[in-house]
């Protein structure tokens, strides 16, 4: 008899589901439940994952152009500042303005923030479907973390703010995984 | 950085600054709870321990689009509270005294009073065929979340048992007579 979707049969790898709060095989039933179509389980593998972010990281990222890079800030302040707070406007704005005029003059802090960003920006204003390979601001996500090697002896507010960002960006892309 | 602790009053620190900061650290929070609901796993830092202020009402002239609307943020943090108080009692790995569908049955009447101390313009009322604003309605999907966290603990008969004595009773109590929602698990619960 097959196995169900969500038990995965490479047992040494399977990771190790400590928690009873998170449900994949609950949420499929519910969705039964209160369904009058008939539903069958979400595959959920399909997601990046973290050897493909790795390579993305050793690559080269275009930044993008002024006038997007503008938009997807806008999109980004928009968008996750609906619901939380985590970029303060004009902060911000002025970074980006910095960061456009010349590069070199933020700090690589501000320059992964400012990534962080285009992804999320990326990422909400993206109207087709996506797949692994084409999602939505996952080139800006895996050049942001490459900040995430730095642990730094005096964060500041701008870390913060950066990982923040990434958590966020990081939790859309792992919407379509079991975990 | 001591952010879950307010800057004293005595460092001279930008309003803006400070609110910023206070913001951020709820962001933060927020976030550790829902990861930890999500993920079943402990939370960073426990609610003890944080002395800093809930978000303040910025919405003058002065602050150019910085900061958010404050209810709709501290309806945010009281719920993601009350969701890690929800995987606590009826989760935790602590051997419980009180049944599971009394600890339920409290977390629901919790639940209800979050809802009935919401604005209005954060409440959502699914019978009114009306724009809602996209905040009442993220919040009210994290307030489903939470509720159906705290249902799936049960098996089918302490289901009823709460869905009879509780709140609203969900709709799908009503189809759990011909099919099992709750996959039966060896229990944590009473």
Redesign the interface.
């Given at each position: 008899m097959r196995a169900p979707w969500f038990v995965d049969v490479n047992v040494p790898h399977t990771p190790i589901l400590i928690a009873e709060s998170s449900d994949s095989a609950f949420a499929t039933r519910f969705r039964q439940a209160i369904s009058n179509e008939s539903q069958r389980h979400l595959p959920r593998v399909d997601y990046p994952d973290d050897e493909y972010i790795l390579n993305l990281c050793e690559r080269d990222c275009p930044m993008p152009g002024p006038v997007r890079a503008r938009y997807l800030v806008e999109a980004a302040l928009r968008s996750l500042g609906r619901s939380f707070h985590i970029l303060l406007r004009t902060i911000v704005v002025d970074e980006l303005e910095r960061f456009l005029q010349s590069p070199e003059s933020v700090s690589i802090f501000v320059r992964s923030k400012l990534l962080a960003a285009f992804a999320i920006g990326e990422l909400y204003t993206t109207r087709a479907s996506v797949t692994m390979s084409s999602f939505p601001g996952l080139t800006y996500f895996a050049r942001a973390i490459r900040v995430l090697q730095i642990v730094p002896e005096r964060p500041n507010i701008t870390v913060i703010e950066t990982k923040l960002l990434l958590a966020s960006s990081r939790l859309c892309q792992s919407l379509a995984s079991p975990y | 950085?001591g952010?879950h602790l307010n800057v004293p009053d005595s460092v001279p620190l930008d309003p803006?600054a400070r609110e910023?900061?206070h913001?951020?650290w709820?962001?933060?929070y927020?976030?550790d709870r829902m990861?930890s609901?999500?993920?079943?796993?402990p939370h960073a830092i426990s609610d003890e321990a944080i002395k800093v202020d809930l978000?303040a009402d910025m919405n003058d002239s002065s602050n150019?689009?910085?900061?958010?609307e404050r209810a709709?943020?501290v309806a945010?943090i009281s719920l993601s509270r009350l969701s890690a108080h929800?995987?606590r009692s009826?989760?935790g790995p602590a051997v419980q005294e009180t049944p599971l569908s009394s600890r339920v049955q409290s977390v629901f009447t919790d639940l209800r009073k979050w809802l009935e101390g919401l604005p209005a313009f954060l409440k959502v009322d699914p019978g009114r065929m009306v724009p809602v604003d996209?905040?009442a309605s993220?919040l009210q999907m994290m307030f489903n979340q939470v509720c159906?966290?705290t249902v799936?603990?049960l098996n089918s008969t302490d289901f009823y048992m709460v869905a009879c004595h509780s709140c609203d009773p969900p709709?799908?109590a009503s189809?759990?007579s011909q099919?099992?929602?709750?996959?039966r698990?060896p229990t944590?619960s009473s």
């Open positions: - | 950085m952010m803006v910023h900061r913001r951020v709820w962001t933060a927020i976030y990861w609901t999500i993920l079943g796993y978000p150019s689009g910085n900061f958010s709709h943020f945010r929800v995987v009826i989760y996209p905040r993220s159906i966290q799936c603990s709709s799908v189809r759990s099919q099992s929602i709750i996959p698990r944590s």
